[in-house]
């Protein structure tokens, strides 16, 4: 399966809750966002799935952590490539769109 974007963002969703104690139930109270929402947000069959800024806001406030690590590169094997080939196969991929949001993930992952 190809790692993109909304790949990298939900298993580090996922890492996070964890972390915390939560579940995904929890989370989704703590967000307001269904249950489902959150469960296809953290699945690797379903991280095709478009989610906004604001979403990944609130989630990162619910967790009480900073935005930045929902965007940290995976550890352990959990990818093949190292970050500066992920970041060029999605910004190549990408090039059309989202241009706001590769500014964002630039200026996040990279401080």
Known sequence: MEKDIYYLVGQNIKKQR???GLTQLQLANKT???YEFI????SK?????????????KIAQALEIDIRLLFAPLEDGDT???TQKWHKK?????RKNGCFFRF????????
């Open 18 to 20: 964890k972390i915390k």
């Open 32 to 34: 307001f966002f269904s």
């Open 39 to 42: 469960r296809k947000i953290e």
């Open 45 to 57: 069959s379903a991280c095709r799935n478009t989610f906004s800024l604001d979403t990944l806001s």
């Open 80 to 82: 093949s490539n190292n």
């Open 90 to 94: 999605f910004y190549h991929k990408n």
């Open 104 to 111: 964002f993930v630039l200026q996040y992952m990279c401080i």
